[in-house]
């Protein structure tokens, strides 16, 4: 559940005639996105989404933000493009905060996915890690292994409240992965957090990638494996190796893997399972009671984790019968 | 804010396919109606608002509710109007709650309206008041006298938490109100919450009325009070004679007031006021921590109050160049 700033309907009617998109006829904020503020914004010409950032994204990080979605829809990638006013500039500001319009997107995320859909995942997947290569901005993931051990130390002290052992658990895991983390592999922009209410469908087709306020430069391989976890995995914990081995046919088919990106994927996906596992930890300890976003469960990712340290091959992640 | 219930995509997409309206394109909850859980549907043929009813309305008022958006919308107000089904239903079960599915209105709402925007507000009420004077359906006010004594009975041991004598003050001024409020005025359906942000304007025209769920049958003139209370006061506290002089010559376009209903306008602002005093000290009070919806000040309405026990004549209103 997103947070909202309020916006006066003169702020609003100011701001939006800097474009070439109408007047405005309706705005309404809509509960998607907990890192900012969204409003569906419909003009007498379109529908539109109105993003004002709030504080937990960067404003320096803003011109990568709307720069790699302006890049990648050029590129024939679904996904939202930033509106530019009359003097060409997509980033403004409004009612005292960084603010944007984008295009909206058709579609509905889908809360069960289904093995097709991995399928459509993969191909876009694939696709935005291609369209990426010639964007001319860079910005490191700060989620990855110098970001965990941040986080460990921001949450270690208080993890065992939440399960005996943790803390020891993931220290060690940490450390581990500091050991044997890949030194190199093909890398590019990543989208860093297509979870299934990022990718939205139209029937079976994939109609658009959303929220790229994630998106940094890592190995494309980690992408894949922060897939993994967010899609493959059922309700009750176990993992479903005909998904992933849709996901993964969908990408291959149109960016094959290198013998070492393939051979990375579960170390990969442990990472990617610390990442998702240490940022809800650390949303859980540091819960505002009252506050609108209602923190996700961390222990979910302790036993993707777990899983992933099982996996001695990545055959079992159904690649046997694709490489 | 409202509150969200969660619906899949595979649910909305079969009660979607039981109307005339297309396929989903898009689905997203709003920040709109404290009670129910709204979502802007968009469909291949238009936008709807998809509304869920949530336990704060009673099931049994929703005929009458959604009845009556139909009945006004037949005879040409501009309200939200609800779409029926193939089988010429309009209330329906979704996610295991009744919904409905609701035409959507353009327009914003007006944060601080001007003395315009009130003549507009008085034309569109008469119209209202007069369009549903054939509505074949009643419901009693329930937040009106009988309403007051047992908000009053449930608020009153608490009241001085929030301001020290409102107990005494809000029990003299209920026996006040039973003793001199109105035996008989021209009566009918009415709104009973026409906020701000139940009005929507494109412009300078009123191009909607929202969220009916309050409505029932009482005087007309009681709607008036309660607009005069939620439109014509000043953010410092004060009166602005001139949006009550606007907001009740728009009315009397359409609809001349009598000289008993003139009459009884400080009486019935009192009332309203008290209604709204009521209603969010009971919010205030019995807020749970964590909740997403927002308790309003109840001290604005004990402002409001006083200045309408204070008034001795109509006039004070602005009416005196009015009749």
């Not at 990617?272 to 990712?301: C, I, M, Q, S, W």
Request: aromatic residues 10%; proline residues 6%.
């Amino acid at each position: 559940m997103a947070v909202y700033t309020e916006i006066t309907d003169d702020e609003l009617q100011a701001f939006v005639s800097s474009y070439d998109i109408g007047k405005v006829s309706s705005c309404k904020g809509i509960a998607e996105g907990v890192e900012n503020s969204n409003y569906l914004l419909q003009t007498t010409s379109n529908t539109y989404i109105l993003t004002l950032y709030e504080k937990r994204v960067l404003p320096a990080d803003l011109p990568f933000f709307l720069g790699l979605m302006d890049h990648l829809a050029a590129r024939g990638i679904a996904c939202p493009t930033p509106i530019h006013d009359r003097d060409g500039v997509t980033l403004r500001e409004l009612a005292g905060r960084p603010a944007a319009i984008i295009s909206f997107l058709s579609g509905l995320w889908i809360r069960r996915p289904r093995p097709d859909n991995c399928v459509r995942l993969g191909e876009a997947m694939a696709a935005l890690h291609k369209a990426g290569q010639d964007f001319g901005m860079r910005r490191p993931n700060n989620l990855s292994l110098d970001g965990w051990r941040e986080l460990l130390a921001a949450t270690g002290p208080r993890a065992d409240q939440v399960q005996i052992g943790l803390r020891c658990e993931l220290e060690e895991e940490v450390a581990d992965l500091e050991t044997i983390w890949p030194k190199s592999l093909p890398s590019g922009v990543i989208h860093a957090d297509l979870f299934p209410d990022n990718v939205f469908f139209l029937d079976d087709r994939l109609s658009g990638l959303i929220d790229f306020y994630f998106a940094c430069n890592d190995f494309f391989a980690y992408d894949i494996a922060i897939c993994l976890n967010a899609w493959c995995f059922e309700p009750d914990g176990s993992f479903n190796v005909t998904k992933a081995r849709m996901l993964l046919a969908g990408y291959i088919k149109a960016r094959p893997l290198s013998a070492d990106e393939l051979g990375a994927l579960p170390i990969l996906a442990r990472g990617a399972a610390v990442r998702f596992l240490l940022t809800r930890l650390y949303d859980l300890l540091n819960h505002v009671e009252g506050a609108l976003v209602r923190p996700k469960d961390p222990l979910e990712y302790l036993q993707r984790l777990r899983f992933h340290r099982g996996v001695r091959s990545p055959a079992e992640y159904g690649l046997d019968e694709l490489v």
